[in-house]
């Protein structure tokens, strides 16, 4: 099963490579994961910056090469795009949330979690109704 759309994913890289470099945030399991593995003091909710992008193919997708500005070690990591949040702020925002969205759902029923797919696609669902 293919995962991403290569030309899309392509495409997006070039963009995200021109607006380097981009405040994320770690998923709360990506945090706890980096400072297990590699003895790293992040905190949840810390901002870390995107300073360079590589698409990887189905295998990993968008590789970010994080860096920790208020590290004092220069701590850097290479992860998947799904493993970041965007801030607000970033203009690509919107296109970038869409490609994780797409990317995990697809990811998720490759590997069979049909219970993942179901909340994930309840969860875009309210997303386009109402107040909430």
Known sequence: MQIDNYEEAQ???????SHLPIDVTLTPAMCDRLNKQMGANLKKGQICQVNDVQYSGDMGGILCDLKMPESSDNFSALTS???VRVTDDCPLADEIRSYQE???IRLAIQ??????VRRLQKKKAKQGKGFG
């Open 11 to 17: 495409k997006l890289t070039e963009k995200i490579k």
């Open 81 to 83: 795009i799904t493993h």
């Open 102 to 104: 797409k990317r995990t």
């Open 111 to 116: 590997d069979r979690k049909l219970g993942k």
